[in-house]
Structure formats: structure tokens, C-alpha cells
């Protein structure tokens, strides 16, 4: 996937592209919109992340130009302002989906994977790795052929485990992306590790290998390499 | 309504003054008037009784009897000695209520004596006449004067009415306007010019001060966004460092010594997002413009926390009523209920149970309760939803 990031900021350019790079996304940065305009007359990309507030300018104006010209990339907006006003005004102009700073990679991933998902799969909506199978539309989860009996926190817990393979995720990152920024995620440990305990017991017992592991002091990860 | 009232106070009280001055000022000038028409008529009198007793002065200085003349009919002329003539005086005259046998009652009488020396002899000529009273002038002066208050009374009452319409009209146009200024409006306030130098004064610095006003709320609003941003890029840098730094290959200790720096950045984003939401509420930015659905939010909300209340084994009851509408900023809506929900659930004990209730008045005001059992937390009284 080639992904272009729009941020003023670079070592924050630079997180994206590391986190990224790492799952084999092609990834160029643009610190303002002149640079982004060219960068976007040049070349395809399927995913652009695009910051609000920008040295030249506000994003919100490139968004437009991305709609009537580049109608195929997905546009994630980053923003630091949390103002509704951005929020609403970029959905509506035609954004795919909106983060705001400060974020988890893995969840900046995840909202990558699942825009991509909603307009690139050509009607195919599963994600899945070995055994395991997620049906995004209809929210099934399958080790094999066995269905499994997961709640909807569970499946997005499992699919949040998926697109983030063989990475760390905090237990702060899977509460913020299970409950969104208002809960307060400190207060929500302890559920991340009953969702966690639960989601591998049911994997387990419907015959699927136990990929989920505990990191010391960090918290999960979903180890690929596994072998049973 | 408000406006109105105030104008009208000001041009009464306006009227009321000039009401009380020109009291005083009539009330004076009665006083003025009527004594001067005393002084008048008298002087009057006494001149012609002057050159009255000057014409029998001359009849005498020519000899003859002019008893039953015309101007001795009301005039006494005596010989005196010389010394009872008064030195220096030559004439003087008194004043006094007297018989008057002509028209048989008391009347006010005006007597001038004059003294006049001729071929050696001393005379002294008393002339008298019978004049108005000016307790009899005081009510003539009184009932003029009364037509006077009352043209001036309504003169002043026009003039108030006029005073206030036109007059005053730019200093209510300037109260309306203020009256509708919003510190989030975009443009200036615009006061219609006015030729009144005060009113101009006024509009000037008001518009100097909504200006001020303006701006330093605009510098407040967009500091507090200058300051999100330039606190959130750095937290989502380190943020996002450590989510790197995880992945890499680190010792025990030092993955503990991640976890706490992640511990801290959690609350200091969360610290920070706090107090950038007070002072967006406090700069008021989130106004109800339009009305939530509280019901349906409700259900929204009760429903994303499910699992979490599974898993603490609580019980939930819900009694919530349809199509509930408070007018109500969305977001700050969304954020109410779920602080409410999820600080239910986590002072909660298992096995504890959980009510809400929301149901809503005539009004369509919505009231709600969200609260646990075994650990007592009812972060919302009765009415809580409704009321924040």
C-alpha cells in the first residue's frame, strides 16, 4: 500500500513512516500542502494522511482538490484540535475517517486497514491469518470452520490483534481503541486483560493456536511466527 | 421591553425635573408679578393725586371759592401752622382699609397729603381715592398663573415624548445592539452615527470595548487551540516513539520503564484534553444549538458499555423513555453520558446492579438517573441528564 503523509511535523512524519515501513507500506511525507500538491500530481497513493493544520495553509482546502482529482486514494485526517468543527467539516467534505493527536500507531494503523478495507476489497470484507477468519460486515469470527461465540468488543479486540500482527500493544492502546478518548483508559486495564483472557480462551477451545501473548510489562501481541 | 422601559424612566425623569423647576420658577415669579402690580397701581395712583393737589393748589394760589368744584369732592384742604409743616417733605402718602360710604363697605384707600406755602400761608392738601385691593389682584395672578403651568405642563410633556423618540433614538439603537452582542460573533458591532456629541462619545467606546472584547476572546479561543496542538503533537511524537521503541528489542526492566513513561503519558494527554475542555466550556463553545436525542444517545452509550458491565458481573436496568430531546451541544452530550455510565460501572461493585431511568416531562425536558448499588455512586441525582 502506498501511503502519502501530510504533516508539518517531522519526527511525528517520521513515527508513521517507521510504524508503517515495518508492515511494508510505501510511505512518502510532505511538510505542506505545495509539496503534498506536487507529490499528489506525480504519483497514486492509496492512503493519504492528512493534517489539518499545516505552515501553508489549512487541509481542509486540500481535501477538496484530493476529491476531484484523486478520487481513489482514502483520506485519514490528523488533527490536533479535536474541534467538532474539523471533525464535521472534514467528514463532510469526503475524508474517510478522522484521528486526533495523540494517537497509538497501532490504532493509526488500524483505521488505515479499515478504510482500505470498506472501499478496496471488492465486496470481500475477511480478514484473516491461518485458521482464523473475520468477517468485517457481518462480524463473524472463525477458527477454521468453528464460529466463534466472540462479543463485539471481542471481535474488534481480535481484529484489532490481526492488523497489528507481531507488534506490542499496550494495554493503553487497546483500551483506547476498544472505548475511544473519553473513558479513562488507566481506569480500563483491567478489562483489557478480561477481553484479552476471554478472547484466547474462546480461540483455544474452538481449536485455534494461542497467538496471543503476554509482553512483560507492556501488554499483548499477536505472534505470527507461532507454532503450535 | 426591557429597552423600552429604560428609555421611558430617563424622559420621565427628565419631565419630573423640568416639572419641579418650572414650579419654583412660576411660583417666584407669582410672587414677583403680584407685587409688582401692588407697587404699580399705588404709584400710579399717588402721581395722579399729586397733580391733583397741585390743580388745588393753584385754585388757592388764584383765590375764589371753588367749594363743590369737581376736585374737591374727594380732597381736604386745610391752613396750618408753619411749624407743623414737615421739613423736606413736600408730599407723602399712606395706605389703609377705610370706610367707603359710596359703596358702604371697607375698601382699600390711598391717601396723598402734599404741603404747599402761598402768599405766606401754609396749606396742606389731602386727596384720597378708593383703589382695588390687591388681595383682590391675587386671585386674577394666581388663575394666570395656573394657565401658564398647565400650557407649559404640556409643552414639556410633548417635548418629553418628542425628546425621547428623536433624541434619544440613538442611544436606544445602541442599547439594542449591545443587547444582542455575542462575544463569538464574527464581525464588529455597528452603532448608527449619531450628530449627539455624548452619544457618540458612548458609541464610540463601546465599540472600542465589544471590539476589545472580541478579540481577546478570539486570542483566547485560538490560543487554547494554538496550545492543544502544540501540546498534542509532542505527546502523539513521544506516544509514538514509545510505541517504536516497544517493538524493538528490550530488556524486562526496560519495558517496565516503558509501561510507566506510558502511565504518565496517558495522564498527561488526559490531564491536558481536560483542560482544554473546560476552557472551551468555560469560553462557552459548546452552546445547545440544536436538540439531542438523549434517548437514543442513551441507548448508544448503554450499549458500547455492555461488555463492561458483563464482565464486573453488574446488573443493568434500564427504564429509558422514547424520543427524549434536550437541547444540548452533541459532543458535550456524548461525553456526559459516558462518564456517567463508565464511572457507574467502575465504582461499582460485583455483584452490584445499575439503574438508569430517563424519562421526559411535557416539556420535553429529560430527566435521568444513573446509578449503582453496592458501592453507593450516583454521579447523577434525579434530573441529572436533563439538568447538565
Redesign the interface.
Given at each position: 500500500m502506498k501511503v502519502l503523509i501530510i504533516e508539518d511535523?517531522q519526527?511525528?512524519a517520521r513515527?508513521?513512516h517507521?510504524?508503517l515501513g515495518?508492515e511494508g507500506y510505501i510511505c512518502e511525507s510532505s511538510e505542506t500542502l505545495e509539496a503534498a500538491r506536487e507529490k499528489l500530481s506525480l504519483f497514486q497513493y492509496d492512503c493519504i494522511l492528512l493534517d489539518i493544520?499545516l505552515p501553508d495553509g489549512n487541509g481542509i482546502g486540500l481535501l477538496n482538490l484530493i476529491r476531484s482529482e484523486y478520487k481513489n486514494s482514502n483520506v485519514l485526517i490528523i488533527s490536533?484540535?479535536?474541534?467538532?468543527d474539523d471533525k464535521i467539516i472534514g467528514l463532510e467534505k469526503g475524508a474517510d475517517d478522522y484521528i486526533?493527536?495523540?494517537?497509538?500507531?497501532?490504532e493509526l494503523h488500524a483505521r488505515i486497514r479499515a478504510v482500505y478495507r470498506r472501499k478496496n476489497l471488492d465486496g470481500t470484507s475477511v480478514v484473516a491469518f491461518n485458521e482464523i477468519s473475520l468477517n468485517t460486515d457481518t462480524f463473524e469470527a472463525r477458527v477454521g470452520e468453528v464460529l466463534l461465540d466472540t462479543?463485539?468488543?471481542?471481535f474488534d479486540l481480535l481484529l484489532y490483534f490481526l492488523v497489528n500482527k507481531n507488534?506490542?500493544l499496550?494495554r493503553?492502546?487497546i483500551a483506547a481503541h476498544l472505548?475511544?478518548?473519553?473513558?479513562?483508559?488507566?481506569?480500563?486495564f483491567d478489562?483489557v486483560y478480561?477481553?484479552v483472557k476471554n478472547l484466547r480462551r474462546k480461540i483455544s477451545q474452538a481449536g485455534g493456536m494461542d497467538y496471543i501473548g503476554t509482553?512483560?510489562?507492556?501488554?499483548y501481541k499477536f505472534n505470527s511466527h507461532k507454532q503450535g | 421591553m426591557g429597552n423600552k422601559g429604560i428609555g421611558m424612566k430617563l424622559t420621565t425623569k427628565f419631565t419630573l425635573w423640568y416639572f419641579g423647576i418650572m414650579l419654583v420658577v412660576l411660583l417666584i415669579g407669582g410672587a414677583i408679578v403680584y407685587y409688582e402690580i401692588q407697587w404699580k397701581i399705588s404709584r400710579v395712583e399717588v402721581v395722579r393725586h399729586e397733580r391733583l393737589n397741585d390743580i388745588i393748589a393753584g385754585q388757592i394760589r388764584a383765590g375764589g371759592d371753588f367749594t363743590g368744584h369737581p376736585t374737591r369732592k374727594r380732597a381736604i384742604v386745610s391752613q396750618i401752622p408753619a411749624d407743623s409743616v414737615p421739613k423736606g417733605v413736600q408730599t407723602f402718602y399712606t395706605r389703609g382699609i377705610d370706610w367707603n360710604p359710596e359703596f358702604q363697605t371697607n375698601e382699600y384707600r390711598l391717601l396723598v397729603t402734599s404741603f404747599y406755602t402761598i402768599n405766606g400761608e401754609h396749606y396742606r392738601v389731602t386727596t384720597y381715592s378708593f383703589i382695588p385691593s390687591f388681595y383682590q389682584l391675587l386671585p386674577g395672578v394666581v388663575d394666570s398663573f395656573k394657565w401658564i403651568l398647565l400650557v407649559l405642563l404640556i409643552l414639556v410633556v410633548i417635548s418629553a415624548g418628542l425628546i425621547s423618540k428623536y433624541i434619544l433614538a440613538p442611544f436606544k439603537r445602541t442599547l439594542r445592539v449591545i443587547q444582542y452582542f455575542d462575544l463569538k460573533q464574527k464581525a464588529p458591532i455597528r452603532l448608527a452615527a449619531t450628530r449627539t456629541s455624548e452619544f457618540r462619545e458612548l458609541n464610540e467606546f463601546l465599540e472600542k470595548m465589544t471590539e476589545k472584547a472580541r478579540e481577546d476572546y478570539q486570542s483566547l479561543k485560538e490560543f487554547t487551540?494554538n496550545a492543544?496542538?502544540e501540546l498534542?503533537?509532542p505527546?502523539?511524537?513521544?506516544?509514538?516513539?514509545?510505541?517504536?521503541l516497544?517493538?524493538s528489542d528490550i530488556r524486562?526492566e526496560q519495558?517496565?520503564l516503558?509501561?510507566e513513561m506510558?502511565?504518565a503519558?496517558?495522564?498527561l494527554?488526559?490531564i491536558h484534553?481536560s483542560l482544554?475542555l473546560l476552557t472551551k466550556l468555560e469560553n462557552r463553545e459548546y452552546e445547545a444549538d440544536a436538540k439531542v436525542c438523549i434517548s437514543q444517545l442513551t441507548r448508544v452509550t448503554l450499549d458500547?458499555f455492555?461488555?463492561?458491565i458483563?464482565?464486573k458481573s453488574l446488573r443493568l436496568m434500564t427504564a429509558v423513555e422514547e424520543k427524549v430531546y434536550v437541547p444540548m451541544h452533541?459532543?458535550l452530550a456524548?461525553?456526559l453520558l459516558?462518564?456517567l455510565v463508565?464511572n457507574a460501572i467502575?465504582h461499582n461493585v460485583p455483584p452490584g446492579a445499575g439503574g438508569v431511568a430517563g424519562g421526559g416531562a411535557a416539556a420535553g425536558e429529560g430527566a435521568g438517573v444513573a446509578g449503582g448499588q453496592g458501592m453507593d455512586c450516583g454521579p447523577a441525582g434525579p434530573g441529572g441528564v436533563g439538568d447538565q
Open positions: 511535523n519526527e511525528l513515527n508513521i517507521d510504524f515495518r493544520g490536533a484540535k479535536n474541534a467538532l486526533t493527536k495523540p494517537f497509538h500507531l497501532a462479543t463485539p468488543k471481542e507488534r506490542v499496550s493503553q492502546a472505548w475511544g478518548d473519553y473513558t479513562d483508559n488507566l481506569a480500563n478489562f478480561q477481553h509482553v512483560y510489562g507492556l501488554g | 487551540e492543544s496542538h498534542q503533537t505527546t502523539a511524537i513521544i506516544r509514538g516513539k514509545l510505541d517504536l516497544m517493538e524486562d519495558a517496565i516503558i509501561a506510558q502511565n503519558l496517558e495522564r494527554s488526559r484534553s482544554t458500547s455492555e461488555e463492561l458483563q464482565l452533541p459532543s456524548d461525553l459516558a462518564n463508565s467502575r
